[in-house]
């Protein structure tokens, strides 16, 4: 067995952390993730240093802030020059794979970065398209190499282009009546280009088993991101009448930031129906379960490659969605933890207590210090990450943290904004908007914003100071504008 354990890095794109099974979902089923939870670690407290997608993806490949990486937004170029998974682990030896979903740097793609990857899907990528899947309005532009790759993988495993057989448009926003919200296409689960991900991830296991060096695999699916497009069984799984109405779908967000209410009229869906949302979030669910079978036929495939026994795995996502939680779709300028909260699961070979939660404060892009440690190296010490890597493997041992500090700049509509989350509460900065103050403890939804109310005043001060150390301790350039406002804020 060779020294150093191999690391599968799974990451989804827009998964909320309270659907899984192991989290408590108790209709979602997701078996095999469920499994690897209790084989592992399951972190309860697990944030992103900065979402949506590209900020994320690219904090996570460098292990820094967005105003260090230059992805600030979906769209931003990522910094050359800073050390990430692509410069460091070959120096440890390892070998590179890739699959699916990039979104990291609009300059290079994964294969320019090194890694051996059988097709680049550059920026988002996103690979469904009238010429591959026939009736699907959204997409990527009809002769593109991002659809073509997925049109190459259909005819490798001789499938048809799977037909679009019925889908759901918003009504109520005419810029968005061309985009599926959710869709059921024909064929099985081998048509769908998330299996193309499993299959590719697969064929990396293969070849690098051949191998003596240990392998990093990065492996990416698209989803459960809208719009939510599966085959049976997964489109019908989930019987939208058998889906409680969010906790917080009540939220009127009269005492919210008023971009939330844009951003809520954004997507065209209705509001106060919550039987509309209900629709949509079932084939969310679908493609949940849909996405676990295929993480299932990964792990399997590392079993019968005789893998597992020294392989790091490790389960997360880039952010989550609020999938009608304050009547509110996807990500945006709002720090609800259905957004920023995230499923971290990792097992680790050497894992000291196989099933343990733990319940420190941890960041994704804590992974990638963690990542350079279990390579031997050792990663720089910067203020953004730490190493949890004896969290990894069910050790004991605090992080010294007793808040997570959180960047959102931009996502439908720019709207600069800053979060600070303890045990207890939570507190936002909107840079041009009214501030967010949350009793976490007695108000778990977050639906009372009890900022600039004179008997939590001592409170806010709190969270302001703790705001302003955060910003000190990483140089945040907003900290300029927050010192500004905030004894007027």
């Known amino acids: 067995m060779q020294e150093k354990p191999n690391i599968l890095l799974i990451l989804t794109d827009q998964q909320r952390w309270d659907l899984l099974g192991c989290y408590g979902a108790s209709q979602c089923r997701t078996p095999h993730i469920d499994n690897l939870a209790s084989r592992g670690v399951r972190f309860n407290n697990a944030f992103p240093l900065i979402i949506p997608c590209a900020p994320g993806r690219a904090a996570l490949f460098t292990g820094r802030y967005g105003h260090i990486t230059g992805v600030e937004t979906n769209g931003g170029q990522l910094d050359q020059s800073l050390p990430n998974f692509a410069t460091e682990l070959p120096r440890a030896g390892y070998n590179l794979g890739y699959a ?71 009504q109520g926003n005419p810029g968005q009546r061309n985009r599926e919200l959710h869709g059921l296409h024909a064929g099985t689960i081998e048509h769908n280009f998330e299996a193309m991900v499993a299959s590719e991830t697969v064929e990396l296991m293969q070849a690098y088993a051949q191998e003596e060096d240990p392998f990093f695999i990065w492996t990416n699916f698209w989803g459960p991101h809208s719009p939510c497009i599966v085959p049976e069984p997964y489109y019908s799984m989930y019987d939208p009448k058998s889906i409680p109405e969010d906790p917080s779908f009540c939220d009127t967000l009269e005492n919210r930031p008023y971009v939330q209410t844009l951003v809520s009229r954004y997507w065209g869906i209705d509001p106060n129906n919550w039987d509309e949302w209900a629709e949509i979030t079932a084939r969310y669910w679908g493609y949940m379960t849909m996405i676990d079978d295929l993480v299932g036929r990964m792990l399997s495939e590392l079993e ?116 600070v989350r303890t045990r207890t509460h939570k507190f936002v900065f909107n840079q041009s908007d009214i501030g967010e103050l949350y009793d976490l403890e007695n108000d778990p939804h977050e639906l009372h914003n009890l900022y600039g109310i004179e008997t939590h005043k001592a409170l806010q001060e709190s969270l302001m100071q703790y705001m302003q150390d955060h910003m000190e301790r990483v140089k945040d350039p907003m900290l300029g504008e927050f010192r500004r406002v905030r004894y007027i804020y």
């Open 100 to 170: 699916g979903k990039w979104h990291v740097d609009h300059q290079k793609n994964p294969s320019d970065w090194g890694f051996r990857c059988k097709r680049d899907f550059p920026k988002y990528g996103y690979p469904a398209s009238n010429i591959n899947m026939p009736g699907i309005k959204s997409g990527a532009q009809k002769d593109s190499q991002i659809a073509r790759n997925y049109l190459d993988y259909l005819n490798e495993k001789n499938l048809e282009p799977p037909e679009l057989l019925k889908a759901f448009y918003a």
């Open 304 to 419: 019968t490659l005789g893998l597992a026994e020294n392989t790091l795995v490790v389960f997360s996502t880039d952010h989550g969605d609020n999938m009608g939680a304050h009547k509110l779709f996807e990500k945006g300028p709002f720090f609800d933890e259905e957004s920023f909260r995230l499923p971290l699961i990792a097992a680790h070979p050497e894992c000291r207590q196989p099933g343990r939660e733990n319940d420190e404060f941890v960041y994704l892009q804590d992974l990638f210090p963690s990542f350079l440690e279990v390579a031997g190296l050792q990663p720089d010490i910067v203020p953004d990450t730490q190493s949890i890597l004896s969290l990894l493997k069910g050790e004991d041992e605090p992080t010294g943290r007793d808040s997570v500090y959180c960047q959102f700049n931009g996502q439908i509509q720019e709207h600069k904004s800053r979060m």
